[in-house]
Nanobody, 125 residues
Framework: HVQLVESGGGSVQAGGSLRLSCAAS????????MGWFLQAPGKEREGVAA???????SYVDSVKGRFTISKDNAKNTLYLQMNNLKPEDTAMYYC????????????????????WGLGTQVTVS
């Protein structure tokens, strides 16, 4: 059974920083594809950053240079450090995980992830 619990959201002014955490229970996160997604009101959920099984990371263009995804395998926890936040970053942020049975790169879309947290709200004014 996989459970993901996000924390760290809040309200900040533009230019501020937040660090989101995603505590995972179940299979070791070292075997997982993991990522952060956001969903703004009235919009579809979209990927923000991803952590592949080979340790590589990827980011959507709008957050490159501002957000950093990282993972602590010993704590089974995924992080998203968000710096220089902008009002357009306002959204509910979700942690996602998947454990593909086949080798290869992780997917990056919503449908590539089977497990989701309940989300944490980030509001930038």
């Amino acid at each position: 059974h996989v459970q993901l619990v996000e924390s760290g959201g809040g309200s900040v002014q533009a230019g501020g920083s937040l660090r989101l955490s995603c505590a995972a229970s179940g299979p070791p996160s070292s075997n997982a594809c993991m990522g952060w997604f956001l969903q703004a009101p009235g919009k579809e959920r979209e990927g923000v950053a991803a952590f592949d099984r080979d340790g590589s990371t990827s980011y959507v263009d709008s957050v490159k240079g501002r957000f950093t995804i990282s993972k602590d395998n010993a704590k089974n926890t995924l992080y998203l450090q968000m710096n220089n936040l902008k009002p357009e970053d306002t959204a509910m942020y979700y942690c996602a995980a998947d454990f593909p049975s086949t080798p290869g790169a992780c997917g990056a879309t919503v449908r590539d992830f089977d497990y989701w947290g309940l989300g944490t709200q980030v509001t930038v004014s």
